[in-house]
């Protein structure tokens, strides 16, 4: 049983990382781009396109997926190349959770998140997009050696060589997507001072009983906030922090 979870966690690391070498060759050959998401030609026509110039470095599985893909329309190149992108996620989150271990990626990708937040050189180096993609993701990786799932690093190393909005946000958002993918609704917490087991259960459970389903807390040490916590889920914002009531009272006193 144990070599089955295994195999699958392989199987999607293998079509999740495919799928990703294949959005990063699009990346950087334009005309193949724009040739493959043309919708005007035939599928077959697109599919031996990209099978004759990078088919020999993908599976039979990820060819298959990828024949797929090309069967649905989309609007632009970019799209095509993020639905790509999209696909090797789910695939990766797939095999992280038939193995049970999609809660740990999640958990990586939010520790990921804070590393990136305290340190703003490194933040600084991943943002230079002077700097080639292969040269960041070897910062990464040199950082998150032994340290991480192959799930996780593998999901880091994708944003980091093609960022969308920014490495964090990027990075926050894979986290989100980990939950949302295990069923679990996102809760930003930002506390004054690192919660404690009880604290953090207390609140999961509130939480829970609030929203109607299972929730994951993504943590943060804000010490600005003088005391308490703020919670964000979604566009709703719980705000009770000690800097917050000062506020509140600053604004009822005026």
Do not use: C
């Amino acid at each position: 049983m144990l070599a089955a979870s295994s195999d699958k966690e392989a199987a999607g690391l293998r079509l999740g990382s495919e799928l990703f070498e294949l959005a990063e060759f699009l990346d950087g050959h334009r005309s193949l781009r724009v040739a493959v998401a043309d919708s005007d030609r035939g599928v077959e026509e697109r599919f031996e396109l990209v099978r004759s110039l990078i088919g020999g470095q993908l599976s039979e599985e990820t060819l298959k997926v990828v024949r797929s893909a090309l069967e649905r329309a989309w609007s632009t190149p970019r799209e095509l190349r993020e639905g790509i992108v999209a696909l090797g996620r789910r695939a990766l989150f797939t095999g992280a959770k038939e193995q049970g271990v999609l809660k740990t990626v999640e958990d990586q990708l939010v520790d990921f998140g804070e590393i990136l937040g305290r340190e703003p050189e490194l933040q600084m180096a991943l943002s230079d997009r002077a700097q080639p993609a292969a040269k960041r993701r070897e910062l990464v990786a040199n950082l998150l050696y032994g340290k991480a799932t192959a799930v996780a690093e593998a999901l880091i190393l994708q944003v980091v060589g093609r960022p969308e909005r920014g490495t964090i946000d990027d990075v926050d958002a894979l986290a989100g997507a980990a939950a949302e993918f295990s069923g679990r609704r996102v809760a930003k917490v930002a506390s004054a001072a690192k919660l404690s087991d009880e604290q953090r259960e207390r609140l999961a459970q509130s939480l829970k009983r609030l929203y109607g389903q299972e929730v994951s807390l993504h943590e943060r040490v804000d010490e600005s906030l003088l005391g308490g916590a703020t919670v964000r889920v979604g566009d709703e914002l719980i705000d009770g922090s000690l800097r917050g009531r000062i506020e509140r009272l600053k604004s009822r006193v005026a």
